[in-house]
Nanobody
């Protein structure tokens, strides 16, 4: 079993930046894919960015390309999401997720076995 815990959410004005972190513990050696998802009230959970822990390949949903950067620090078992040029439509609960699936990317929540508790990001106009 792996455990995930997010931190770094908060409130910012449009155009601002936030950095989210996810600390992984437990059976992290069996994790091959990690991602950030978000869910706004009344909307489905959507994948924002993901990274293959084996080869470092990263993928982003179109709405955040060029603004968000996902990265991992394997030595510290930490996943990060740097969010720049934030927009009001980025407002959501952000979740860290981890999977033992040996794929380069997946936007399906069902692919991910482990989830953090979420951290709120609010962007005001």
């Amino acid at each position: 079993q792996a455990q995930l815990m997010e931190s770094g959410g908060g409130s910012v004005q449009a155009g601002g930046s936030l950095r989210l972190s996810c600390a992984a513990s437990g059976a992290t050696d069996r994790i091959y894919l990690m991602a950030w998802f978000r869910q706004a009230p009344g909307k489905e959970r959507e994948g924002v960015a993901c990274i293959s822990t084996s080869n470092g390949f990263t993928y982003y949903t179109d709405s955040v390309k060029g603004r968000f950067t996902i990265s991992q620090d394997n030595a510290k078992d930490t996943l990060s999401l740097q969010m720049n040029s934030l927009r009001p439509e980025d407002t959501a609960m952000y979740y860290c997720a981890a999977s033992s699936a040996r794929v380069n990317y997946s936007w399906r929540p069902s692919t991910y076995k482990y989830w953090g508790q979420g951290t709120q990001v609010t962007v005001s106009s």
